[in-house]
């Protein structure tokens, strides 16, 4: 009795492990491929249009957001810091771009704590990888198309912003080069895959919201010193969700998402079609493979800070 009840244990999980898995990486139908690149590639030229606007629109809207942050960061500096003047050009440089860094982590914080309570809203009425069609997958859901048109202002707002005034690492402004390549896909393109942006552009940022508060302790060293359990749980918040919305979540509806676009690139016989799907394809291993660079610090960074320190240090 006891080996039959192992065999039929493991002969269910070996089910489940195979459902589990078909949903994951759908089999390759010729003909369904074939009939979704009947369409054109690029949604109607008035619908790109629209998108286009709605862009300038989110780029505008954010940069009067950031200006506004700026002049406060630099109000609230001034009277901080009352009796205390920047005399040479070096000192003035150096809190310029202390604002600049300051106004932009705050405004990060509000588009994507935005980005993220959008996501959750949108993904709850979304079913789950197994229980929607391959078409709709690729080709439906143009009522998200917001995620993608969002994605796409911001990132042309961050990544100028990066460059010249915050200094930003390398690897960020790949991220940024990147995000608007496959988010413009989703914007302008027929198969946009936009099923898959509630999380992809929105739910995920939701880690990026303690990131901000993170990054503004560790510009200003003093706070982490005043509150150094308050930093702490931000540092773990951060890194948790970091850990559980771009790893442990992202791995599974990833592959499904990159099985199809793969097997949507391998069956298109147009030219200027592959060669988009082939930048969009790419931009995001591009954006998975730098996340699990992040996570491997974060992960590095935790155990570190787990670990009991030595009497004398």
Not at 98 to 110: C, E, F, P, R
Not at 203 to 226: C, D, G, Q, T, Y
Request: proline share 3%.
């Amino acid at each position: 009795i006891t080996s039959s009840i192992s065999f039929l244990t493991n002969r269910l999980s070996l089910a489940a492990t195979a459902t589990m898995l078909a949903s994951l990486v759908p089999k390759y139908d010729p003909a369904l491929f074939s009939e979704i690149h009947q369409v054109s590639t690029l949604l109607p030229a008035e619908e790109n249009k629209d998108s286009i606007r709605c862009i300038l629109y989110v780029i505008g809207v954010i940069t009067v957001v950031h200006l506004l942050l700026l002049q406060a960061v630099k109000s609230w500096k001034r009277s901080a810091g009352a009796g205390v003047q920047c005399e040479t050009a070096d000192e003035k440089r150096a809190a310029s771009r202390a604002a600049w860094k300051a106004s932009y982590q705050l405004t990060n914080l509000i588009v994507n704590f935005t980005f993220g309570c959008l996501g959750i809203y949108f993904q709850v009425h979304i079913p789950w990888l197994g229980g929607e069609s391959i078409t709709n997958k690729i080709v439906g859901y143009e009522h998200v198309k917001l995620f993608a048109i969002g994605q796409v202002g911001y990132q042309l707002w961050a990544l100028p912003i990066g460059i010249f005034f915050v200094s930003e690492t390398k690897s960020m402004l790949l991220h940024h080069v990147s995000v608007i390549c496959v988010a413009s896909v989703s914007a302008f393109v027929h198969s946009g895959f936009r099923y898959y942006t509630p999380y992809f552009y929105g739910i995920i940022e939701l880690s990026s919201v303690p990131l901000a508060v993170m990054n503004s302790f560790k510009n200003n060293r003093h706070w982490i010193e005043a509150y150094p359990e308050m930093y702490n749980t931000v540092r773990l918040v951060f890194g948790v969700s970091f850990l559980l919305v771009r790893v442990v979540l992202w791995t599974p509806i990833y592959w499904n998402f990159f099985a199809l676009a793969s097997m949507l690139l391998y069956s298109s016989e147009v030219t200027s079609t592959k060669v988009i799907l082939a930048c969009f394809n790419a931009s995001s291993v591009i954006i998975t493979l730098l996340q699990y660079f992040w996570a491997s610090k974060i992960i590095s960074a935790l155990v570190k800070g787990s670990r009991p320190k030595k009497k004398g240090h």
